[in-house]
């Protein structure tokens, strides 16, 4: 059963680069039967998908925010990472990581990210 | 992109009673495959989101039979036969026929 886990900094100024990681238990980030996705939930607000990177390290991301968003695998530490640059408070959000496979079928917790100066 | 639209966007049930929430998309969601990649979601307060239904109208592993998923095209239906304390929270129904992947506003369903 895999299990997905965000980390990183709750707090960031306006205009910074947001950087979240997910860890990745219970297999493998490499397995051929996922891509991995980042999606966001503003406080009180719906769910928006940023993007996900397959197995092989192709990326697809929302056009919304694909000139600021890259998402990339580190193989050897089971993680996948998202970073999102020139927030602003438009961009606080819980930021959810999640395996996909034809379906959203594990999320992490969730993790709440604040712009803020 | 495609737009999902949800109707109502609350619902407040009383326990053992039916629920229904419609969801529309701006697109046909068949594919060529012959699949057609429309999905519900149940938000519980203060958690994930969690998979119901995939491909219109298969329940997903340990979702109660309570439930069900029907439609074709751009209408769709998530039905609750009777609903219980548990099913609290916000259904939210989505496409993946097209990137980027697109969410309905939500469907926020209570207790009377």
């Known amino acids: 059963q895999l299990q997905l886990q965000e980390s990183g900094s709750g707090l960031v100024k306006p205009s910074q680069t947001l950087s979240l990681t997910c860890a990745v238990s219970g297999g493998s980030i490499s397995s051929g039967g996922y891509s991995w996705s980042w999606i966001r939930q503003p406080p009180g607000k719906g769910l928006e998908w940023i993007g996900y990177i397959y197995h092989s390290g192709s990326t697809y991301y929302n056009p919304s925010l694909k000139s600021r968003v890259t998402i990339s695998v580190d193989r050897s530490k089971n993680q996948f990472s998202l970073k999102l640059s020139s927030v602003t408070a438009a961009d606080t959000a819980v930021y959810y990581c999640?395996?996909?496979?034809?379906?959203?079928?594990?999320w992490g917790q969730g993790t709440l990210v604040t712009v803020s100066s | 992109d495609i737009v999902m639209t949800q109707t109502p966007l609350s619902l407040s049930v009383t326990p053992g009673q039916p629920a229904s929430i419609s969801c529309k998309s701006s697109q046909s969601l068949l594919h060529s495959d012959g699949k057609t990649y429309l999905y519900w979601y149940l938000q519980k307060p203060g958690q994930s989101p969690q998979l119901l239904i995939y491909?219109?109208?298969n329940r997903f592993s340990g979702v109660p039979d309570r439930f069900s998923g029907s439609g074709s095209g751009t209408d769709f239906t998530l039905k609750i036969s009777r609903v219980e304390a548990e099913d609290v929270g916000v259904y939210y129904c989505m496409q993946s026929i097209q990137l980027p992947f697109t969410f309905g506003p939500g469907t926020k369903v209570d207790i009377k």
């Open positions: 999640a395996s996909y496979a034809g379906y959203f079928q594990h």
């Open positions: 491909e219109v109208s």
